[in-house]
């Protein structure tokens, strides 16, 4: 009998153990994450993990598994995946897919097997959402028609080509998705506060005021231009605040000279990041210095990212001869190309626009009712903006300064406190405190009632309305680029293995096109120097180059990437800057486009000839510099001609 029950409890024992085998063995899956659309032969990132029964990732989980149908792109072609696992995560960097459609990879581990669906396209289709934009943009001279049909057309290939399908995606995916991001709203928060200021300003006659008081200096096209000019190093902090403040307040007083609105929204757009880019102050510092030393952490250099990016700044060949050139066209008066057109249109007929211009913002309304004004003063115009200002400077340096004490850091520098700052807040309350100083000097003045102060701000607000569309349009069709990794392709066609010292000119080629085609100089400049940094100081390395050879070609990287980047914030008309400058003169978005065109690709042309190409060599920037200013006077002495009065 004993032994009866000794076989019997052994029996249900067994079966306990094969069923909690089992199960256990069913329990576990495999967890897959990639993007939804990759393209042909470009690498993508895929991350598989183990989990148990519970959800949780098996530490333990080391055992070799079988990956089919995935592979593993290197230098000699493509390789098989069989990869262990770690701590029950494997991430391959460099993953590619068999050919273009649905493509299934299955992960087989025991009896456990899971399948994977990869959707894979060609690589050309990733540069047609920005391109078909682009190409209407300046054809049509619709940019919302043109913005829309770039995000269509994304949607249409990443949605299965579902033609009415990927219409509604336009608007529930990446129009929601654009805004779905604080530093978006933002933007637009501050975008309509600031214009709700100007709408006040230009109503209680403040802008008048002002415009009277800078044409005492400004009593010529060329006084005008200069003034214009000037005031970007003013407002140096952001590249935003440039643009909206510049245009706003110019626009008045170049109407009066009759100077183009094409003229002053290329003066604009040519002063806002140029300036925010280089300047050793600027909200765009943080965001600069965070890639640059994630990129020297790469290849484990103990360069300090603050001293490389003050290092870089010589090397910045586009955004200098981009100012340079805006002085010497205004001191000469001289311009070429669609620019001379618009000049002599402006000077001869007295139309700042073309017949037909179509504005990317109109203030006529509120402008008008100034004439309405009897106490015109310029203080009322001049000191909210000084209030814009002193409030941003402030609150840079007060969230620089909390958050470097947070970290426990007791001694820091100017550039600490401005790369540790939080910059968008900063913009919120200068914007909104700009505005609330207005409407309280107009009412305790009693230029205007409080009713008419806030009609005056809501006006204001709305003539943003069109900006922040085509500004949302222009996220979108970002999203896009993203989603459909457009930069890694352009990446992928134009990299490849040659000398170290064509690098610098061909990182800032390779930046300029995507930014141009993206329109985004802070997502070029993401994509852009994670990889330049480390091809750069492999190759030089690898060309047996000294340490100082090395480090010039690394230094001549990271300013090609910054300098490219400021490319396409510059001039695509997809960039939301661009957009802004058309916005805030109150100009036509496609004629600022077109004008502005042909001095950007002389700019960016010289600057690679004579900048990044002998500098990588070892000659003196400041040289290049200087050769490329007189080659510029040269060309407008050549090909430009003067616009007479």
Known sequence: ??????????????????????????????NVSSPKVVLNN???????????????????????????????????????????????KLVIEDAI???????????????????????SIPAILSILPPL??????????????????????????????????????VVDHFVINSINSTSHIQIIVFSLLFGGMVGVISRNGGSIGIANLVTKFAKSPRGGQISAWGLSFLFFFDDYANVLIRGNLMRPITDKLRVSREKLSFIVDAGAAT??????????????????????????STEDAYSVFIATIPYRFYPILTLLLVFLIAVTKRDFGPMLI?????????????????????????????????KIRWYNGLVPIFVVI????????????????????????????????????SLLWASFSGGLIAILMSVAQRILTLKTSIEAWFNGIRSMLLAILILVLAWSIGSVAEELHTADFLVQILRGTLDPHFLPVLTFLIAAIVSFAT?????????????????????????????????????????????????????????????????????????????????????????????????????????????????????LYLIGKKVES
């Open 390 to 425: 002193i409030v941003a400077l402030t609150g840079l340096y007060v969230t620089g300064t909390e958050n470097l004490k947070l970290n426990g850091v007791t001694s820091y520098s100017i550039g600490e406190i401005i790369s540790k700052s939080d910059s968008y807040a």
């Open 519 to 635: 329109g985004t100089s802070w997502g070029t400049m993401a994509i852009m120097m994670p990889l330049v940094i480390p091809l750069g100081h492999t190759l030089s390395i690898d060309a047996g180059m000294l340490p100082n050879e090395v480090t010039l070609i690394l230094h001549g990287n990271i300013s090609s990437v910054l300098a490219g980047a400021v490319f396409g914030d510059h001039c695509s008309p997809i960039s939301d800057t661009t957009i802004m400058s058309s916005m805030a003169s109150a100009c036509d978005h496609i004629d600022h486009v077109r004008t502005q065109l042909p001095y950007a690709i002389l700019v960016a042309v010289i600057g690679m000839l004579i900048g990044d190409i002998p500098t990588a060599y070892g000659f003196s920037p400041y040289l290049s510099l200087i050769l490329g200013s007189g080659i510029l006077i040269l060309i």
């Open 132 to 169: 078909l934009a682009i190409l209407l943009a300046l054809i049509l001279r619709e940019v919302v028609v043109s913005l829309f049909a770039g995000v269509w057309l994304g949607a249409f290939l990443l949605h299965g080509y579902n033609f009415f399908g990927s219409l509604l995606r």
């Open 42 to 88: 470009i690498p993508f990132k895929l991350e598989l993990s183990a989990i148990d029964s519970t959800g949780k990732v098996i530490e333990n989980f080391n055992e070799y598994c079988e990956i089919e149908n995935i592979y593993l792109h290197t230098k000699s072609g493509r390789e098989k995946i069989k990869q262990k696992f770690s701590s029950g």
């Open 1 to 30: 009998m004993k032994r009866i029950y000794s076989l019997i409890i052994t029996f249900l024992i067994f079966l306990n153990f094969s069923a909690f085998s089992e199960d256990t063995i069913k329990l576990c899956e495999f």
């Open 275 to 300: 300036v925010a880019s280089i300047f050793i102050i600027s909200t765009w510092i943080g965001y600069e210095i965070g890639l640059i030393e994630h990129g020297l952490k790469s290849i484990n």
């Open 342 to 374: 618009a000049e002599r249109r402006a000077r001869t007929e007295g139309k700042v626009v073309r017949d037909g211009a179509e504005l990317a913002a109109n203030l006529t309304a509120v402008t008008d009712e100034q004439s309405q004004v009897k």
């Open 97 to 119: 897919v068999d050919f273009t459609g649905k493509n299934f990879i299955t992960i087989k581990y025991d009896k456990i097997q899971k399948q994977h669906q990869i959707v």
